[in-house]
Protein backbone atom coordinates (compact mmCIF):
# COMPACT_ATOMS: atom_id res chain seq x y z
CA UNK A 1 0.00 0.00 0.00
CA UNK A 2 1.59 3.22 -0.84
CA UNK A 3 -1.45 5.35 -0.86
CA UNK A 4 -4.69 6.54 0.34
CA UNK A 5 -7.92 7.36 -1.57
CA UNK A 6 -10.70 9.25 -1.73
CA UNK A 7 -12.39 6.70 0.27
CA UNK A 8 -10.62 7.48 3.43
CA UNK A 9 -10.58 4.40 5.02
CA UNK A 10 -8.58 4.69 8.84
CA UNK A 11 -6.08 1.83 8.04
CA UNK A 12 -4.76 3.15 4.77
CA UNK A 13 -4.56 7.03 5.97
CA UNK A 14 -2.41 5.28 9.43
CA UNK A 15 -0.38 3.27 6.53
CA UNK A 16 0.27 5.61 4.58
CA UNK A 17 1.25 8.84 7.13
CA UNK A 18 3.47 5.63 9.01
CA UNK A 19 5.65 5.77 5.59
CA UNK A 20 5.86 9.75 5.30
CA UNK A 21 6.87 10.31 8.73
CA UNK A 22 10.47 10.68 8.53
CA UNK A 23 10.42 13.39 6.09
CA UNK A 24 6.85 14.97 6.94
CA UNK A 25 7.79 18.34 8.25
CA UNK A 26 10.41 18.73 5.18
CA UNK A 27 8.01 18.14 2.68
CA UNK A 28 5.79 20.96 4.61
CA UNK A 29 9.00 23.75 3.93
CA UNK A 30 9.47 22.35 0.36
CA UNK A 31 5.97 22.56 -0.94
CA UNK A 32 4.41 25.75 1.05
CA UNK A 33 7.72 27.52 0.01
CA UNK A 34 7.76 28.54 4.14
CA UNK A 35 4.40 30.10 3.67
CA UNK A 36 3.08 27.19 6.62
CA UNK A 37 5.53 28.78 9.03
CA UNK A 38 2.90 31.96 8.57
CA UNK A 39 -0.13 29.86 9.00
CA UNK A 40 0.75 27.89 12.21
CA UNK A 41 1.50 31.21 14.06
CA UNK A 42 -2.27 32.18 12.93
CA UNK A 43 -2.84 29.32 14.24
CA UNK A 44 -1.39 29.09 17.14
CA UNK A 45 -2.59 33.11 18.20
CA UNK A 46 -6.31 31.87 17.48
CA UNK A 47 -6.13 28.55 19.52
CA UNK A 48 -4.77 31.43 22.53
CA UNK A 49 -3.29 28.89 24.72
CA UNK A 50 -2.19 29.49 27.95
CA UNK A 51 -0.46 28.26 30.61
CA UNK A 52 -2.85 25.36 32.86
CA UNK A 53 -5.11 24.98 30.11
CA UNK A 54 -5.37 21.48 28.63
CA UNK A 55 -4.87 21.66 24.96
CA UNK A 56 -6.26 18.82 22.22
CA UNK A 57 -4.11 18.53 19.63
CA UNK A 58 -5.87 15.98 17.20
CA UNK A 59 -4.06 14.90 14.03
CA UNK A 60 -0.86 16.27 15.84
CA UNK A 61 1.26 13.77 13.56
CA UNK A 62 4.62 14.55 14.53
CA UNK A 63 3.75 17.14 17.10
CA UNK A 64 4.84 20.06 14.86
CA UNK A 65 1.48 21.58 15.31
CA UNK A 66 1.49 20.67 19.11
CA UNK A 67 5.26 22.21 20.15
CA UNK A 68 4.11 25.99 20.50
CA UNK A 69 1.45 25.12 23.02
CA UNK A 70 3.30 23.01 25.06
CA UNK A 71 5.99 26.09 24.99
CA UNK A 72 3.56 28.38 26.05
CA UNK A 73 2.72 26.12 29.64
CA UNK A 74 -0.35 24.29 28.62
CA UNK A 75 -1.06 20.87 29.11
CA UNK A 76 -1.14 19.51 25.88
CA UNK A 77 -2.27 15.93 24.89
CA UNK A 78 -0.64 15.31 21.34
CA UNK A 79 -3.26 12.69 19.14
CA UNK A 80 -2.76 11.16 16.02
CA UNK A 81 -4.14 7.28 14.21
CA UNK A 82 -0.57 6.84 13.13
CA UNK A 83 2.06 5.12 15.21
CA UNK A 84 5.10 6.17 12.80
CA UNK A 85 4.25 9.69 13.27
CA UNK A 86 3.62 9.57 16.72
CA UNK A 87 7.30 7.62 17.10
CA UNK A 88 9.10 10.39 15.40
CA UNK A 89 6.83 12.97 17.91
CA UNK A 90 8.32 10.94 20.77
CA UNK A 91 11.52 11.18 20.08
CA UNK A 92 11.83 14.64 19.34
CA UNK A 93 9.82 16.04 22.24
CA UNK A 94 9.86 13.56 24.84
CA UNK A 95 8.63 16.25 27.22
CA UNK A 96 5.17 15.94 25.49
CA UNK A 97 2.11 13.59 25.85
CA UNK A 98 1.56 11.53 22.63
CA UNK A 99 -1.48 9.85 22.25
CA UNK A 100 -2.61 7.22 19.41
CA UNK A 101 -6.45 7.80 18.89
CA UNK A 102 -8.37 8.62 15.85
CA UNK A 103 -10.65 11.50 16.09
CA UNK A 104 -14.19 10.08 15.50
CA UNK A 105 -14.15 7.89 18.58
CA UNK A 106 -11.40 9.31 20.74
CA UNK A 107 -10.47 7.51 23.98
CA UNK A 108 -11.18 11.22 26.49
CA UNK A 109 -13.65 11.96 28.67
CA UNK A 110 -16.58 14.97 27.91
CA UNK A 111 -15.80 18.49 28.40
CA UNK A 112 -11.97 17.88 29.19
CA UNK A 113 -10.49 20.62 27.00
CA UNK A 114 -10.39 24.44 27.34
CA UNK A 115 -8.95 24.30 23.63
CA UNK A 116 -9.28 21.55 20.44
CA UNK A 117 -7.13 22.01 17.54
CA UNK A 118 -6.33 20.50 14.21
CA UNK A 119 -4.10 21.28 11.50
CA UNK A 120 -4.49 19.95 8.27
CA UNK A 121 -5.77 16.52 9.67
CA UNK A 122 -9.36 17.42 9.24
CA UNK A 123 -9.33 16.97 5.45
CA UNK A 124 -8.42 13.08 5.98
CA UNK A 125 -10.99 11.99 7.82
CA UNK A 126 -14.10 10.55 5.73
CA UNK A 127 -16.72 11.30 8.37
CA UNK A 128 -15.47 14.45 9.00
CA UNK A 129 -19.04 15.84 10.56
CA UNK A 130 -18.68 13.04 13.13
CA UNK A 131 -15.25 13.83 13.91
CA UNK A 132 -16.43 17.56 14.44
CA UNK A 133 -19.09 16.86 16.74
CA UNK A 134 -16.73 14.14 18.70
CA UNK A 135 -14.29 17.28 19.17
CA UNK A 136 -17.22 18.75 20.31
CA UNK A 137 -17.98 16.44 23.01
CA UNK A 138 -14.65 16.12 24.51
CA UNK A 139 -14.66 20.62 24.86
CA UNK A 140 -15.77 21.88 27.94
CA UNK A 141 -18.42 24.20 28.06
CA UNK A 142 -17.18 27.92 26.54
CA UNK A 143 -13.86 26.45 25.19
CA UNK A 144 -12.96 26.91 21.50
CA UNK A 145 -12.09 24.68 18.21
CA UNK A 146 -9.51 26.05 15.73
CA UNK A 147 -9.09 23.94 12.60
CA UNK A 148 -6.49 24.90 9.61
CA UNK A 149 -6.84 23.52 6.96
CA UNK A 150 -6.39 23.86 2.81
CA UNK A 151 -8.90 25.64 1.15
CA UNK A 152 -10.86 27.11 -1.82
CA UNK A 153 -8.72 30.63 -2.90
CA UNK A 154 -11.29 33.42 -3.18
CA UNK A 155 -9.96 34.53 -6.25
CA UNK A 156 -11.63 32.40 -8.75
CA UNK A 157 -9.03 33.39 -11.86
CA UNK A 158 -6.80 32.22 -9.49
CA UNK A 159 -7.97 29.11 -9.59
CA UNK A 160 -7.00 27.19 -12.10
CA UNK A 161 -3.37 28.31 -11.80
CA UNK A 162 -3.42 27.05 -7.60
CA UNK A 163 -4.96 24.01 -9.29
CA UNK A 164 -1.81 23.48 -12.00
CA UNK A 165 -0.11 23.88 -9.10
CA UNK A 166 -1.31 21.04 -6.45
CA UNK A 167 -1.57 18.97 -9.57
CA UNK A 168 1.67 19.23 -11.56
CA UNK A 169 4.54 20.70 -9.15
CA UNK A 170 3.87 19.02 -5.95
CA UNK A 171 4.54 15.56 -7.47
CA UNK A 172 7.76 16.30 -9.08
CA UNK A 173 9.07 17.92 -5.46
CA UNK A 174 7.46 14.56 -3.53
CA UNK A 175 9.25 12.36 -6.05
CA UNK A 176 12.39 14.11 -5.25
CA UNK A 177 12.20 14.90 -1.09
CA UNK A 178 9.55 12.06 0.20
CA UNK A 179 9.98 8.64 1.45
CA UNK A 180 6.55 7.76 -0.26
CA UNK A 181 5.63 10.20 -3.45
CA UNK A 182 2.55 8.91 -4.47
CA UNK A 183 0.93 9.90 -0.76
CA UNK A 184 1.49 13.35 -2.20
CA UNK A 185 -1.45 12.44 -5.14
CA UNK A 186 -3.51 11.71 -2.72
CA UNK A 187 -2.88 14.59 -1.22
CA UNK A 188 -3.17 16.75 -3.94
CA UNK A 189 -7.08 14.88 -4.93
CA UNK A 190 -7.56 15.66 -1.04
CA UNK A 191 -7.10 19.25 -1.19
CA UNK A 192 -9.17 19.60 -4.89
CA UNK A 193 -12.60 17.86 -3.35
CA UNK A 194 -12.40 19.46 0.36
CA UNK A 195 -15.64 21.36 0.82
CA UNK A 196 -15.48 25.42 0.84
CA UNK A 197 -14.70 27.67 3.78
CA UNK A 198 -18.57 28.17 4.31
CA UNK A 199 -19.51 25.04 3.94
CA UNK A 200 -16.82 23.53 6.61
CA UNK A 201 -18.75 26.78 8.31
CA UNK A 202 -22.15 24.84 8.14
CA UNK A 203 -20.88 21.41 9.28
CA UNK A 204 -19.43 22.92 12.05
CA UNK A 205 -22.76 24.76 12.75
CA UNK A 206 -23.97 21.19 12.72
CA UNK A 207 -22.05 19.68 14.87
CA UNK A 208 -23.01 22.26 17.61
CA UNK A 209 -20.39 24.69 17.07
CA UNK A 210 -21.46 28.73 18.03
CA UNK A 211 -20.06 31.92 16.89
CA UNK A 212 -18.12 29.97 13.82
CA UNK A 213 -15.77 32.83 12.04
CA UNK A 214 -12.92 31.67 9.70
CA UNK A 215 -9.81 33.49 8.45
CA UNK A 216 -8.86 33.27 4.61
CA UNK A 217 -4.74 32.84 4.19
CA UNK A 218 -2.90 33.29 1.51
CA UNK A 219 -5.64 34.24 -0.56
CA UNK A 220 -8.00 30.96 0.86
CA UNK A 221 -5.11 28.89 0.02
CA UNK A 222 -5.48 27.83 3.63
CA UNK A 223 -8.21 28.75 6.01
CA UNK A 224 -8.36 28.92 10.12
CA UNK A 225 -12.55 27.93 11.35
CA UNK A 226 -12.91 28.54 14.82
CA UNK A 227 -15.92 27.99 17.00
CA UNK A 228 -17.28 27.88 20.44
CA UNK A 229 -19.04 25.44 22.77
CA UNK A 230 -21.56 27.46 24.37
CA UNK A 231 -21.28 28.09 27.75
CA UNK A 232 -24.63 27.16 29.09
CA UNK A 233 -27.15 25.29 27.38
CA UNK A 234 -30.65 26.44 27.93
CA UNK A 235 -33.31 24.46 28.86
CA UNK A 236 -35.56 26.49 26.11
C1 LIG B 1 -0.82 16.31 7.36
S1 LIG B 1 -0.60 15.57 8.93
C2 LIG B 1 -0.68 16.94 10.05
C3 LIG B 1 0.23 16.81 11.24
C4 LIG B 1 0.31 18.03 12.14
N1 LIG B 1 -0.97 18.42 12.68
C5 LIG B 1 0.92 19.21 11.43
O1 LIG B 1 0.34 20.30 11.45
O2 LIG B 1 2.02 19.07 10.90
C6 LIG B 1 -2.17 14.80 9.10
C7 LIG B 1 -2.24 13.85 10.27
O3 LIG B 1 -3.60 13.46 10.45
C8 LIG B 1 -3.58 12.16 11.03
N2 LIG B 1 -4.93 11.60 10.90
C9 LIG B 1 -5.58 11.27 9.77
N3 LIG B 1 -6.79 10.75 10.05
C10 LIG B 1 -6.91 10.78 11.42
C11 LIG B 1 -7.92 10.36 12.33
N4 LIG B 1 -9.06 9.79 11.90
N5 LIG B 1 -7.71 10.54 13.65
C12 LIG B 1 -6.55 11.08 14.10
N6 LIG B 1 -5.54 11.48 13.28
C13 LIG B 1 -5.72 11.32 11.96
C14 LIG B 1 -2.52 11.45 10.20
O4 LIG B 1 -2.05 10.28 10.82
C15 LIG B 1 -1.46 12.56 10.08
O5 LIG B 1 -0.47 12.44 11.08
Known amino acids: ?6 NKKTSDIAS ?15 MSGGQHLRWRR ?36 AADLSEGMLAVGRRRRPDI ?7 TNLPFEDNEFDAVTMSYGLRNVADYPKALRELYRVTKPGGRIVVLEFSTPTI ?35 IMTWPSQDQLAQSFSEAGWQDIQYRN ?16 LSNY
Open 156 to 190: KAFRPLYKNYILKAIPPVARAASSNPESYEYLAES
Open 16 to 30: MFDQVAERYDLMNGL
Open 97 to 103: TFVQADV
Open 1 to 6: MNRADL
Open 42 to 77: HTVKAVEASAGQRILDIAAGTGTSSVPFADAGADVV
Open 217 to 232: LTGGIVAIHRGFKPSA
